[in-house]
């Protein structure tokens, strides 16, 4: 089984709606994270969470929030998606910075 | 501010050939270094990390890079280049080693010539 998962891995959406994307992972890690990726734009920080009552901004937090479940479960939510924010949505999980960041699958997300 | 600047969206390269592709970073404190690899529809995978120990750092599937400070470069290479190896690769570097997040290069593709 792998030790990021991420639900659902492809989602369709209309503007205004919300959505949660939801990632699990298996690792025992305290420090989660998530990313959206756009072409030509590399990876961009949503926000990162290093325990359950620790939850910060990254660099592009604006129209997300997050929700820190337990540790093994970090939700991002678009309260009113819009076109803007079709992308792919990575989440990610580490032990300590230095040992890197470990990727689930990714969510395919396009809003219409 | 740190960054991370990856010279060149598209490399190609003949199979068998020297694989070179080129990252450099700004960072006024020590940094992590890392280089992740991104197969289609697939997650980001770690490749190697340079975290202060040897600045020759080894990595999976016969990938290295070499830290050098006075470049402010961690360029990723791979003698051979392999069918296998095409994908995306990112290079990412933290602000510092007490930072909490890293920041990601905007990506290299990689193409491989039979």
């Known amino acids: 089984d792998a030790d990021v998962t991420q639900t659902p891995r492809n989602r369709i959406t209309k503007t205004g709606k919300r959505i949660m994307l939801e990632c699990s992972q298996t690792?025992?890690?305290?420090?989660m994270y998530w990313y959206r990726q756009d072409p030509g734009l590399g990876l961009r920080l949503i926000y990162y969470?290093?325990?359950?009552?620790?939850?910060n901004k990254g660099e592009i937090s604006d129209g997300y929030s997050v929700s820190r479940q337990a540790q093994a479960k970090f939700s991002l939510s678009l309260e009113s998606a819009i076109p803007n924010q079709t992308a792919l949505y990575f989440c990610?999980?580490?032990?300590?910075?230095?040992?890197?960041?470990?990727f689930g699958p990714g969510t395919r997300l396009l809003v219409l | 501010a740190q960054s991370v600047t990856q010279l060149g969206s598209h490399v190609s390269v003949s199979e068998g050939a020297l694989v070179l592709l080129r990252c450099n970073y700004s960072?006024?404190?020590?940094?992590?270094l890392f280089w992740y690899v991104q197969y289609p529809n697939q997650g980001l995978q770690l490749l190697l990390k340079?975290?202060?120990?040897?600045?020759l750092v080894k990595g999976i599937n016969g990938f290295e890079a070499e830290f050098k400070k006075s470049e402010t470069s961690f360029h990723l290479t791979k003698p051979s280049a392999h069918m296998s190896d095409a994908a995306e690769y990112f290079c990412?570097?933290?602000?510092?080693?007490?930072?909490?997040?890293?920041?990601f290069g905007t990506g290299t593709r990689l193409t491989v010539i039979p």
């Open positions: 990610a999980t580490s032990d300590t910075l230095a040992g890197g960041q470990y």
């Open positions: 340079y975290t202060s120990a040897a600045t």
């Open positions: 969470s290093f325990d359950v009552k620790d939850i």
């Open positions: 690792k025992g890690h305290d420090r």
């Open positions: 990412a570097v933290t602000k510092g080693r007490g930072a909490n997040n890293l920041f």
């Open positions: 960072s006024s404190v020590p940094p992590y």
